[in-house]
């Protein structure tokens, strides 16, 4: 098992940026289970893919519409993944969820899960 604790979120306003981390209790020796990543939920839809990395390759894959304004980042050495985000705008208000699990050609597949942290973007 491992444990995904998320941080970082709040209430910014229109504009402002906001980085995100995910610190996993421990790299999983799961097979398969090599990429960490984000997901977020906005309120009355459903959760949808943000970024996702591998640990050991620079293997990245974004939502195409969030290409520019997001980076996804890593540090190995602490186990924990970190999401920048810049320009943020009220439609990126939503909780944001770290995931373990895997790579898929344009997004990922969550096997583990944080319990989110809420990101709220004001006009």
């Known amino acids: 098992q491992v444990q995904l604790v998320e941080s970082g979120g709040g209430l910014v306003q229109a504009g402002d940026s906001l980085r995100l981390a995910c610190a996993a209790s421990?790299?999983?020796?799961?097979?398969?289970?090599?990429?960490m990543g984000w997901f977020r939920q906005a309120p009355g839809k459903e959760r949808e893919f943000v970024a996702a990395?591998?640990?050991?390759?620079?293997?990245?894959n974004y939502a195409d519409s969030l290409k520019g304004r997001f980076t996804i980042s890593r540090d190995n050495a602490k186990n924990t993944v970190y999401l920048q985000m810049n320009s943020l705008k009220p439609e990126d208000t939503a909780v944001y969820y770290c995931?373990?699990?895997?790579?898929?050609?344009?997004?990922?597949?969550?096997?583990?899960w944080g319990q989110g942290t809420q990101v709220t973007v004001s006009s």
């Open positions: 995931a373990a699990g895997w790579l898929t050609a344009r997004a990922m597949s969550g096997y583990f």
């Open positions: 421990r790299r999983t020796f799961t097979p398969g289970i090599d990429a």
């Open positions: 990395i591998r640990w050991n390759v620079d293997n990245i």
